[in-house]
C-alpha cells in the first residue's frame, strides 16, 4: 500500500488524478441535485411523472457517450493530452456557470442541456484520461495507478451524491449547488494546468467528423483485435452489471427495507468502498503486473454474492415500522446484516474483476490508437447500460419477477458470461508487448 501511495510524489500522476476526480465528483453533484429537484419540485411543476423526468435525465448524460466516443478518441489521439484537459475542465466551468443560472432561476430545459453537456464534456475527458496513465507509468506501476483511479472514481460518484443530498436540504440551496459546483470545476481546472505536456503518437491523423460512420469504423477496428475486443466487452459487462444492482438500490430500500433516503446512501457507501477496497488489493494480488489471473475471481464473487443477496432478501422479515427505518434503525437490524455483507463483498468482488481488464486495456492497445479504443470502449458501456435498464424492465415490469429474482438472474447470467470471457481471453496470446512508455512527458 505504501509503494502505492508513493504515486503521490510524483506530478505526473497527481495533477492527473485529482483532475479525473473533481470531474467525476462535479458530475455527481450535478446528476444527483438535478435528480432531487426534478423528484421533489420540479415533477409538481412541470405536472410530469417523476420517473419520465428522471429517466431523460439518466438518457441526455448517456446519450453522449453513443454519440461522441468515437469522435473524442480520435481527438485525443491527435492532439496532446495536458492542452485538451485545459479546454475540457475551461468548458465544464461555462457549462457549471449556466447551469447555476438555470437552479437560481428553476430554468429546467436549461439544466437539462447543462446535463447533456457535462455528459459530453466527460466522454471527451475519458479517452484522455485512461490513455494518459500508460503513457505516463511504468509497466509495474499501471496496476496501482488504475486502483488508485478506479478507487478515487468510486468514492467521487459515492461523495457527490452525498453533498448534492446535503445542498438541497440548505437554505438558499439553488445558490450553494451554483457555488459548489462552479468551485469543483475551478478546481479541476487548476489541476489541469498542472498536467505535464505529453507526446502526441498520432499528430498526422485526419479527423473523420462523421459521427455514425466513425463509431461503426472503430467498433469494426476494434472487434478485429479479439484481445482488446473480449477486454472491452468484459469492461461493458461490469458497467451493466453495476447499473442493474445500483437502480435497483432505491426500491431495494424503499420496498424491502423499508427505509429512507438515507439508508440509500448507506447501500452505495458499501457498495462504493467494497469496489475501492477490491481495486487498492489489486496491486498487491498481482503484484504489479498485467495480468488476468484474478478474473476468476472477481467473477465468482460477482455470481456468489449476488446469489446471497438474492437469499438474503428472500429471507429478510422486517417489522413494518410507523416512519422509515433511518440508518440507526436499519444498523440494529440483524436481518438486515446478511445484505450489508453481500453488498460490500459484492463490490470488493468488482474492484478485482475492473481493474486487471482495463490495465490490460491500456497495456495493449497500440500507442497511437490507445484513446481511440478507449472511446470504443466507451460507446459499448452505455449500450451495456442501456441494456441494462431495458432488462430490468423486462425482468421487473413484463415478467412481473422480485427485485431478488432480478439479482439472481443476472448473478446466472454473470456466470455464464464469465465461463465465455475467461476462455476467450485464456485462448489468445497474452504476451502480446505492453505498450507503456513512462518516457512520453515532455522536457
Not at 32 to 55: D, G, H, M, R
Not at 207 to 226: C, Q, R, V
Not at 256 to 284: M, N, P, R, W, Y
Not at 353 to 365: D, E, G, K, R, S
Request: charged share 10%; hydrophobic share 55%.
Amino acid at each position: 500500500m505504501a509503494s502505492q501511495l508513493n504515486l503521490f510524489r510524483r506530478q505526473v500522476f497527481t495533477s492527473m488524478f485529482f483532475t479525473q476526480f473533481f470531474g467525476a465528483f462535479n458530475d455527481n453533484i450535478f446528476k444527483q441535485a438535478l435528480i432531487l429537484v426534478l423528484t421533489y419540485s420540479a415533477a409538481a411543476k412541470l405536472e410530469t411523472e417523476v420517473s419520465l423526468l428522471n429517466n431523460l435525465a439518466a438518457l441526455l448524460f448517456i446519450l453522449p457517450y453513443f454519440l461522441f466516443s468515437a469522435l473524442a478518441g480520435q481527438i485525443a489521439d491527435k492532439y496532446e493530452k495536458s492542452a485538451l484537459t485545459g479546454y475540457i475542465k475551461l468548458l465544464e466551468i461555462i457549462i457549471m456557470a449556466v447551469a447555476a443560472v438555470g437552479f437560481i432561476y428553476e430554468i429546467y430545459s436549461l439544466l437539462f442541456f447543462c446535463l447533456f453537456m457535462m455528459g459530453t464534456q466527460s466522454t471527451f475527458f475519458g479517452p484522455i484520461k485512461y490513455a494518459y496513465l500508460p503513457e505516463t507509468m511504468r509497466h509495474d506501476e499501471l496496476v496501482a495507478a488504475n486502483g488508485l483511479f478506479q478507487t478515487s472514481t468510486s468514492l467521487a460518484i459515492l461523495t457527490g451524491m452525498m453533498t448534492a443530498g446535503v445542498l438541497t436540504q440548505l437554505y438558499f440551496s439553488e445558490y450553494w449547488l451554483a457555488t459548489v459546483t462552479i468551485v469543483v470545476a475551478v478546481l479541476g481546472y487548476l489541476s489541469a494546468r498542472q498536467i505535464p505536456k505529453t507526446k502526441v503518437h498520432a499528430s498526422d491523423l485526419s479527423i473523420n467528423w462523421n459521427i455514425a460512420g466513425t463509431s461503426f469504423e472503430l467498433l469494426k477496428y476494434l472487434y478485429h483485435l479479439p484481445l482488446l475486443f473480449f477486454i472491452t466487452l468484459g469492461n461493458s459487462w461490469f458497467w451493466f452489471y453495476g447499473a442493474t444492482f445500483l437502480t435497483q438500490t432505491p426500491e431495494v430500500t424503499k420496498v424491502l427495507l423499508h427505509a429512507d433516503e438515507s439508508v440509500v446512501i448507506f447501500l452505495l457507501t458499501l457498495f462504493s468502498v467494497g469496489i475501492a477496497t477490491g481495486s487498492l488489493l489489486c496491486k498487491t494480488l498481482t503484484k504489479n503486473q498485467v495480468s488476468f489471473h484474478l478474473l476468476p475471481y472477481g467473477l465468482l464473487g460477482l455470481s456468489v454474492f449476488a446469489m446471497a443477496l438474492y437469499f438474503s432478501l428472500n429471507q429478510l422479515s422486517l417489522a413494518l415500522p410507523i416512519w422509515p427505518y433511518t440508518v440507526m434503525d436499519i444498523i440494529h437490524q440483524l436481518q438486515a446484516w446478511p445484505v450489508f455483507i453481500a453488498l460490500f463483498l459484492l463490490g470488493l468482488s468488482g474492484g478485482v474483476y475492473i481493474v486487471p481488464l482495463y490495465t490490460a486495456m491500456q497495456a495493449y492497445a497500440p500507442i497511437d490508437y490507445r484513446s481511440r479504443i478507449v472511446g470504443a470502449n466507451n460507446i459499448l458501456n452505455a449500450i451495456f447500460m442501456v441494456v441494462s435498464a431495458i432488462f430490468s424492465i423486462i425482468i421487473l415490469a413484463i415478467i412481473k419477477l422480485s427485485l431478488a429474482q432480478l439479482f439472481a438472474i443476472t448473478a446466472i447470467l454473470n456466470a455464464i458470461f464469465g465461463l465465455f470471457l475467461f476462455l476467450k481471453l485464456k485462448k489468445y496470446d497474452r504476451t502480446l508487448p505492453i505498450h507503456t512508455d513512462e518516457t512520453a512527458i515532455l522536457p
